[in-house]
């Protein structure tokens, strides 16, 4: 059965593709509470409604092994879907902390170079 990870520890998250097709990908390295974990992913939250503050949540999940020392172990994991046209930036939960981390277009950091010249 699946559970969050203890701790995040860096959230990275960027837009590719264009304009017509924006892509979201999220990567978050975080510590488990013992070496073994499997299956370690970013589980997104699923909203009927999109959140006010414009972020996309994600827990960092996996499975937890049957029998193992207590030792803390890095971890990490990445997804990537279609940018949702509310999300601003991400949040990455865990079971001590949270990262967010803000979005920004690529293709809006070329129009401003342009516009300064």
């Known amino acids: 059965m699946s559970e969050l990870i203890r701790e995040i520890v860096e959230v990275t998250a960027w837009i590719a593709?264009?304009?017509e097709n924006p892509q979201l990908t999220v990567?978050?390295?975080?510590l488990a509470p013992t070496?073994?974990?499997?299956?370690v992913r970013?589980?997104?939250h699923v909203y009927i409604t999109p959140?006010?503050?414009g972020v996309q949540d994600f827990d960092l999940v996996g499975d937890r092994p049957t029998d193992a020392a207590e030792a803390l172990?890095?971890?990490?994991?990445a997804w990537e879907g279609?940018?949702?046209?509310?999300c601003i930036g991400v949040r990455v939960h865990?079971?001590?902390n949270m990262i967010e981390d803000e979005l920004f277009e690529p293709w809006d950091e070329d129009e401003d170079a342009s516009e300064a010249a």
């Open 51 to 53: 959140p006010e503050d």
């Open 27 to 30: 990567e978050a390295e975080g």
């Open 17 to 19: 593709g264009d304009e």
């Open 73 to 77: 172990t890095e971890v990490e994991a």
């Open 94 to 96: 865990a079971v001590d």
């Open 82 to 86: 279609p940018l949702a046209d509310w």
């Open 42 to 44: 970013l589980d997104p």
């Open 35 to 39: 070496a073994g974990w499997s299956n």
